[in-house]
């Protein structure tokens, strides 16, 4: 499969920056995917010895990707602990 895409980029050099932006954004994809799974607070691999990952979190934890204009280490809590 691999040789058969370099024959073709080789006959039509045009599709060279196609193939490249498709494997940079599978590439990206395959990482954010990984991101989630071992860094969201959602997940929760380990259900013995860490049932409620969500509930330890404080609300200068920052856990999404990215935040506009919030300064997480600034917030205070203003919930009840659980």
């Known amino acids: 499969m691999l040789h058969q895409i ?3 980029a080789k006959k039509h050099p ?3 920056p196609l193939l490249v932006f ?3 954004g599978g590439t990206g994809a395959g990482l954010y995917l990984l991101r989630l799974a071992l860094f969201n607070p ?3 691999w380990d259900r013995k010895n860490h049932p409620d990952p969500w509930n330890k979190l404080g609300p200068d934890d920052q856990y999404k ?3 506009m204009n919030v300064d997480h280490s ?3 809590n203003e919930g009840p602990d659980f």
């Open 6 to 8: 370099i024959g073709q």
């Open 14 to 16: 045009s599709l060279i």
């Open 22 to 24: 498709i494997g940079a």
């Open 42 to 44: 959602d997940v929760s």
């Open 65 to 67: 990707f990215y935040s």
């Open 74 to 76: 600034k917030l205070k």
